[in-house]
């Protein structure tokens, strides 16, 4: 086992493919890596769908090799560090062309040199297979994560050793290649501290299967279908298959249900695609961006031309995900936003004011705001909408959060 690590070590030096590491997924010039890139890109996005970090989240980029996911995390306003066995790999990797700094740590991912709760959250693509001791990478990967961590991992599944790739590999270069089986590998999620496994069947892109138009048609009438009619409708059909008649007529639910579970186990099984949290999920989650705006005090209903009224607005974090203070360096901090609408609700200036705020703001805090809010220059009768926004990212509206209205006239 020591042999192996000591070549994933040198893999790099040998294989000679530094080029394809410092731009990886996309392809070096005069290259076509079209199908590996298109695998790669797809993964990381199951993976990013799946976390949503956010801007306060601190990732670890877990058998990193040419930190091209941190790369990546890093062009999405994400903060990571990416660990590698190979010093040779993170090298290349802090030299990619795209001129972002990204923070590397050699480390064996049996014995990661981080303290206990430094993420919230980690990324695992094809890596974890190459360790040695899985269940020992696990416990490792659970003490790094804080007390609601949650890690997603892509591996290579069934038959993966045995491939000519994965036997080639080993022969040549002396890596190790396994097998990532879904039971045993929930089973040592588990094990390691994870009280939550999910397996994600529905998130593989698989181009082979597809529908005819008069299958689609048939997906849709049983889609629209009321349950007891349809009930009623498969015991007729099995009923008169079990005498010999209509067998020609297959059962569509029975057989959408099968063909579905054929294709998604295999799936599922050449490929794993698991998340382990190391809570249990909730039944029901919490909007990611959520905020309860209550006046604290009587906001002026008249105003002069060109002035300003005093607001003072009491908000709650009632979403899942806590507020970077806007003083923060970057995108992705949180603001009070003003917007300025017509008396009739039409919106005039979506950017009319801000407001920052004093501090961090967890799920449940509570900050209190009193500003001055500027008047517009021409009179007339209008409204100021209150709403949190999330700078370069979105307001806090779209994803269903509540603002807060007031009009006011403006003499």
């Not at 040419?66 to 994400?78: E, F, P």
């Not at 029975?254 to 695609?273: C, F, K, N, Q, Y």
Request: charged share 25%; proline share 6%; net charge neutral.
């Amino acid at each position: 086992m020591a042999d192996t690590k000591q070549a994933e070590k040198e893999y790099l030096a040998r294989i000679g493919s530094s080029d394809w590491e410092r731009v990886k997924p996309f392809s070096t010039p005069g290259s076509d890596t079209l199908p590996e890139s298109a695998r790669l890109l797809h993964d990381f996005s199951v993976a990013l769908l799946t976390l949503q970090p956010t801007a306060d989240d601190r990732i670890l980029d877990l058998g990193a090799g040419g930190c091209w996911c941190s790369d990546l995390l890093g062009r999405l306003n994400r903060s990571s560090v990416a660990v590698d066995i190979s010093v040779d790999m993170l090298r290349t990797g802090r030299s990619r062309p795209t001129g972002g700094t990204i923070r590397a740590v050699a480390g064996d991912m049996e014995r990661l040199p981080f303290r206990p709760g430094a993420f919230t959250k980690a990324i695992c693509l094809s890596a974890i297979h190459h360790v040695p001791d899985i269940p020992a990478a696990l416990g490792e990967i659970a003490r790094v994560l804080t007390d609601d961590g949650v890690a997603f991992f892509s591996e290579p599944g069934r038959g993966h050793a045995a491939a000519p790739v994965s036997t080639a590999a080993m022969r040549d270069f002396g890596v190790l290649e396994q097998d990532i089986l879904v039971e045993d590998f929930a089973r040592w999620c588990g094990e390691a501290g994870f009280r939550d496994v999910r397996i994600k069947p529905m998130s593989y892109t698989i181009p082979e299967f597809d529908l005819r138009v008069d299958e689609w048609a048939r997906w849709s009438r049983l889609a629209r279908s009321k349950r007891p009619y349809r009930a009623l409708d498969t015991i007729r059909r099995g009923v008169a298959e079990f005498f010999g008649a209509g067998k020609q007529t297959s059962l569509l639910e029975e057989t959408l249900a099968m063909s579905l579970v054929r294709l998604l186990r295999g799936a599922v099984e050449d490929h794993p695609m698991i998340v382990a949290s190391k809570l249990e999920a909730r039944a029901t989650v919490a909007s990611t961006w959520s905020a309860r705006i209550v006046a604290a005090a009587g906001i002026p209903g008249r105003a002069t031309a060109g002035g300003t009224v005093p607001i003072r607005l009491t908000v709650t974090n009632v979403g899942s995900a806590t507020w970077p203070a806007a003083s923060a360096v970057g995108t992705g901090q949180v603001s009070l936003g003003v917007q300025l609408l017509e008396s009739g609700g039409r919106l005039l200036v979506r950017d009319h004011h801000r407001v920052a705020l004093p501090g961090r703001v967890a799920p449940g805090g509570v900050v209190r705001l009193d500003f001055a809010c500027p008047m517009p220059s021409t009179p007339g009768r209008y409204q100021l909408k209150f709403d949190l926004v999330v700078e370069g990212v979105t307001w806090f509206e779209p994803t269903g959060s509540v603002t807060l209205s007031h009009a006011v006239e403006v003499a």
